[in-house]
């Protein structure tokens, strides 16, 4: 059963909340993402103490649980009282056979999120959940671009993330973890609460008298974050208590190295060309020549291809010394096959070329 995280009595909590808001410098008006949850509620309630009259509500409804419509209430109840226009979006985050349930829903939820900032298709709800007519919830705000979009992720979520990589013998972009700040989809995304662990959010809360949704389904250990959520990181805080201090450390040092071996790549790319010229790649050490097929790969393709798909091609590169040999591999959801002197990518089969 859906439960609400009931306010309580609680002493007054560090101005951390308020701090790692205050140092945000977003541009207005400011979009939140709003699912309910405690991280995302105080998200909300601070922003729309810092910027009253400049903070938008965007809430997504996956539609995956009947808990779902309980969800949108409570975001339509709270922006109602702290007087929040709210745009809501419906999806169909349902994972198709192969799939990854997170991963189909997180997606999901970014796109819909980047069309809610751009105000298409909104509409605004009562507390009650009833739908109103296609009016703004204040003059002018259905036409108003959200151009920065804040998100609740905390300390938690960020060891949870970094842990995730660390299982999957992620490089440097996975060891990472979640940015700070990042651009997609023409959208300026902040994490301001990468520094708070969610205990600290929800004393905050506690202390204004704010409820808060809980997700049902985080109790369900099927899922690989519940269990390092209940099961790895209280075992982490026993043998660790300063853990989340030292793997976020951790995660902004893997961040720096790959700004870095992302300017090396850039480097390189303009000497061998994009696509890249096999014998300009040639004259790289094979480190440089991966961190650069790599850089190139996750541009064309929209992703970097696995570990394994690199060190063959890497192979293939090196084996490539008459005019004759072909490199025909796969990467990524394509194909990188050899032209002349030159690599191409490929979203599927290569055109074959017409007969002379």
């Known amino acids: 059963m859906n439960a609400v995280g009931a306010p309580g009595v609680a002493g007054v909590p560090p101005g951390d909340v308020e701090a790692a808001v205050a140092a945000l410098t977003p541009r207005l008006p400011l979009g939140v993402a709003l699912s309910g949850g405690a991280d995302s509620t105080a998200l909300l309630v601070?922003?729309?103490?810092?910027?009253?009259?400049?903070?938008?509500?965007?809430?997504?409804?996956?539609?995956?649980?009947?808990?779902?419509?309980?969800?949108?209430?409570?975001?339509a109840a709270l922006c109602e009282r702290w007087q929040v226009p709210l745009r809501v979006g419906r999806i169909d985050a349902r994972a198709q056979a192969g799939e990854s349930p997170e991963q189909v829903a997180r997606l999901g939820r970014y796109r819909a999120l980047a069309k809610l900032a751009s105000a298409e298709g909104d509409f605004v709800r009562s507390a009650s959940g009833e739908a109103k007519a296609a009016e703004p919830a204040t003059t002018g705000d259905r036409h108003r671009a959200v151009q920065d979009i804040v998100l609740g992720h905390h300390a938690d979520d960020q060891v949870e993330t970094l842990i995730l990589a660390l299982s999957r013998g992620a490089g440097l972009p996975g060891l990472a973890a979640m940015p700070r700040t990042a651009e997609r989809a023409g959208l300026r995304w902040h994490r301001p609460f990468l520094d708070l662990p969610a205990?600290?959010?929800?004393?905050?809360?506690r202390?204004?008298?704010?409820?808060?949704?809980?997700?049902?389904t985080n109790a369900d250990l099927r899922y690989t974050r519940n269990r390092i959520r209940q099961q790895v990181l209280p075992a982490l805080a026993a043998a660790f208590p300063q853990f989340r201090e030292t793997f976020a450390r951790s995660a902004r040092h893997a961040a720096q190295a790959q700004e870095?071996?992302?300017?090396?790549?850039?480097?390189?790319?303009?000497?061998?060309g994009t696509p890249p010229r096999i014998r300009a790649l040639q004259a790289l050490p094979r480190s440089r020549q991966a961190n650069a097929l790599r850089a190139w790969?996750?541009?064309?393709?929209?992703?970097?291809?696995?570990?394994?798909?690199?060190?063959?091609?890497?192979?293939?590169?090196?084996?490539?010394?008459?005019?004759?040999?072909?490199?025909?591999?796969?990467?990524?959801?394509?194909?990188?096959?050899?032209?002349?002197?030159?690599?191409?990518?490929?979203n599927g089969a290569p055109l074959p070329k017409h007969p002379r």
């Open 46 to 75: 601070a922003c729309a103490r810092r910027w009253p009259g400049q903070v938008v509500a965007l809430h997504v409804n996956h539609g995956l649980q009947a808990a779902a419509d309980t969800f949108e209430r409570h975001c």
């Open 199 to 205: 205990n600290t959010l929800r004393a905050w809360l």
């Open 207 to 216: 202390a204004r008298g704010e409820a808060w949704v809980d997700d049902p």
């Open 260 to 272: 870095l071996l992302a300017d090396i790549a850039r480097a390189d790319l303009d000497q061998t």
């Open 297 to 346: 790969l996750a541009q064309a393709a929209g992703r970097a291809p696995a570990a394994r798909q690199i060190d063959e091609l890497l192979d293939q590169i090196a084996d490539c010394t008459t005019r004759g040999h072909r490199i025909h591999l796969k990467a990524g959801s394509g194909q990188v096959v050899r032209e002349g002197d030159t690599l191409r990518w490929y």
